[in-house]
């Protein structure tokens, strides 16, 4: 079949280039796509002059393969580290730290949170802001965060579990 079509060959190699790349990074990409190309060439091509011009074409793919995997593991990574680093944070701070979606949805909820405001995480993560105060509260809070923008009020008024109002400095953080 390599004689009769030969851009399925050539596309199959790629795609084992590709391969490699995405899975053992640049320069198992660009191992695989050199090795590809040449059992290509000595093999299908019958040493022709056109598939040598393909050579860069195919360690090309290898490479960003590799790469584009390589980065995006370390990005995950990285994540997966900042994001145990504010879990932490989250859970040895005595102040409340609340953090919420972009529709004003509590996706998280702090010891500090607890003992402030009455409500335990399984009660508070998935309701609204708004059970910490009427929107006149809630408002400047999803404003600055559809925004992206920090956020700092020297004193809110804000509602207990049981209803009772106490007052608190409100800042918001945009985590990106």
Known sequence: WPDRRPGVAVAAGILIAALAGALGGI?????????????????VTEDTLPPLIGLPAWLAVG?????LSTTWRQTARARAHLDLELAALRESSSEAIVAVDAEGTIVSWSR??????GYGADEAVGEPL??????DVVAPALVAVHAAEP???????HRRKGGEEI???LTV????
Request: aromatic letters at 16%; hydrophobic letters at 55%.
């Open 27 to 43: 320069w198992s990409g660009l191992a695989v796509a050199a090795a590809g190309w040449g059992f290509h060439y000595f093999f």
């Open 63 to 67: 490479a960003l393969a590799g790469w």
């Open 112 to 117: 500090g949170a607890e003992e402030i405001y």
């Open 130 to 135: 708004a059970i910490l105060g009427g929107e």
């Open 151 to 157: 956020l700092d009020v020297p004193t809110a008024v």
């Open 167 to 169: 007052t608190v400095s």
């Open 173 to 176: 953080t945009p985590l990106g």
